[in-house]
């Protein structure tokens, strides 16, 4: 019992302290998601606003080495002398030195280029900043290029391949970006590094994927958690390109590992960017409230415990002294000193309205005791009349019939007289069997009938109710009312009539 009464204690007060904290804690986390929904929207716009910023300034520097060959059509006009190889003259060699100088410096100053090439159709060599010089094609090592070269009709595009800058060398995967020349047919070619780019696009980013894409839907640069992303997360990015052309799209995309909040937009050079913000960005943010929320549950928890074991403890201490409280007062012993729990007024209140109770029990229980001992003292009394008065008149009976009666009648009465008197001492008892009591009202009756001749007596008593215990001189006084108030004023034959029996748990002894 005391341990239940612990164990409901705990969830009562748990639930009280507990579910107010939770109400609040999901309002709170409500607002937070809201909040978080409108930061991620917001981060990702940001991001791929800044992620184009970057690609284009990248794209620029790129887009400028045609801008200083098509803005001086002498450079283009010495750099074709000079790949021809036959009319050049000291001029041109003056000219195709500064640019040389100049793609050399574009290098060293931009890190993420990788090299410049300068090639003009029909001609077997090409300017490239990795030698600083004309190389012929035949001895040039990176000549992946020239297939994509010849079969496009662009203007301008931006191709993802592997460049061999040396032919000892692993291949290195770059970005070229193509522009074709407009005096003279012929290309400017600006390879960059994919891993730089990576660093310069996503530096000071909150993406967690992030894509480069062309008009094709083919994938340009990939940086961030791209290796979640299958090939059908990979064709539902690119199936959205024809809804990017005119303005950028934002939403939710539902991809194979979990939803990623998407922004698309538009580029340069005919690509389009894509940053991708995971949905498991709200769970980091919630990690530390979770924590936090689990430790707030753990204080409630041992608090919890706390109330519950000293509410617990108290109330069977109160059960416990109220116990013997009432054990004590069943036995008679009656306590006043107040209880050590008595620490606020309801505990006060509680004690003094117990022992009001018991108080009132008492005096109760000691009315109903002087009332029982008086009823007895009147019985003591009314026997201690009876005795001496029958005494006196059966003495006097036997005293006449020394006159006239027979030896063995007077022995009789006699008799009858000592049992009678021995059953009503009985050594001080108050009660005796019903066996006892009947004999006794026969040594009576046997008395009375020398007395009055005209009596009959009969009794019905079972045997199974002899050894009931019963008051004692209980039935013999209403034999003697009823002689002396029935029979004796009829002054003829009258029959007294004893019968006993059980009626519903009660001895019931009619006379």
Excluded at 254 to 281: H, L, V, W
């Amino acid at each position: 019992m005391r341990k239940r009464n612990f164990i409901n204690c705990f969830f009562y007060y748990f639930a009280i302290i507990t579910l107010p904290l939770l109400m609040v804690f999901l309002f709170f986390l409500f607002f937070v998601i809201q909040e978080k929904k409108q930061e991620i929207q917001s981060n990702a716009k940001r991001s791929a606003q800044a992620a184009k910023d970057n690609y284009s300034l990248v794209m620029d520097t790129a887009a400028t080495q045609y801008d200083i060959l098509a803005r001086n059509p002498r450079l283009s006009i010495s750099l074709r002398n000079f790949l021809s190889h036959e009319k050049a003259n000291y001029l041109d060699v003056v000219l195709t030195n500064s640019i040389l100088s100049n793609f050399t410096s574009l290098t060293n100053n931009a890190p993420y280029i990788a090299s410049v090439y300068y090639y003009l159709d029909d001609y077997d060599s090409i300017l490239t900043s990795d030698t600083g010089g004309i190389v012929k094609l035949s001895r040039f090592s990176d000549l992946s290029w020239k297939d994509s070269y010849d079969s496009s009709d662009k203007d301008q595009w931006l191709e993802r391949r592997q460049m061999h800058q040396y032919s000892y060398a692993e291949p290195i995967p770059v970005l070229t970006y193509f522009k074709k020349l407009n005096m003279f047919r012929g290309v400017v070619m600006v390879n960059i590094y994919e891993e730089q780019l990576k660093q310069l696009i996503t530096t000071s980013s909150q993406l967690d994927s992030f894509f480069i894409l062309d008009q094709n839907g083919n994938f340009l640069l990939e940086a961030g958690k791209t290796k979640q992303f299958t090939h059908e997360d990979r064709g539902l990015l690119a199936n959205k390109l024809s809804s990017v052309s005119l303005s950028p799209f934002e939403g939710w995309f539902p991809f194979s590992n979990g939803s990623c909040y998407t922004r698309m937009i538009p580029a340069d050079c005919d690509t389009y960017i894509a940053a991708c913000i995971s949905y498991s960005n709200y769970y980091r943010d919630f990690y530390p409230l979770l924590l936090q929320l689990l430790m707030v549950l753990a204080a409630m928890v041992f608090v919890s415990l706390w109330i519950a074991f000293t509410i617990t403890r108290k109330n069977f201490q109160q059960i416990d002294y109220f116990v013997n409280l009432f054990s004590d007062a069943e036995r008679g012993v009656f306590r006043q000193e107040k209880p050590d729990f008595l620490r606020d007024e309801y505990d006060l209140v509680l004690n003094n309205i117990v022992q009001l109770f018991l108080n009132q029990t008492f005096l109760r229980n000691q009315l109903a005791l002087k009332d029982q001992k008086q009823k007895l003292a009147e019985m003591k009394a009314l026997q201690l009349q009876i005795n001496p008065h029958f005494l006196y008149n059966t003495l006097d009976m036997i005293s006449w019939m020394g006159y006239g009666a027979s030896n063995e009648d007077i022995c009789k009465v006699v008799a009858s007289l000592s049992d009678f008197f021995r059953l009503s001492l009985n050594k001080g008892e108050d009660s005796f069997t019903l066996a006892d009591e009947l004999n006794h009202v026969k040594s009576y009756i046997t008395i009375q009938e020398y007395r009055m001749r005209h009596i009959q007596f009969r009794l019905e008593a079972p045997r199974e109710l002899l050894n009931l215990r019963v008051p004692k001189l209980m039935v013999q006084p209403l034999v003697e009312n009823a002689i002396l108030h029935g029979l004796r004023p009829r002054n003829h034959r009258g029959h007294i009539t004893i019968s006993c029996a059980l009626e519903q748990a009660y001895l019931v002894i009619r006379v």
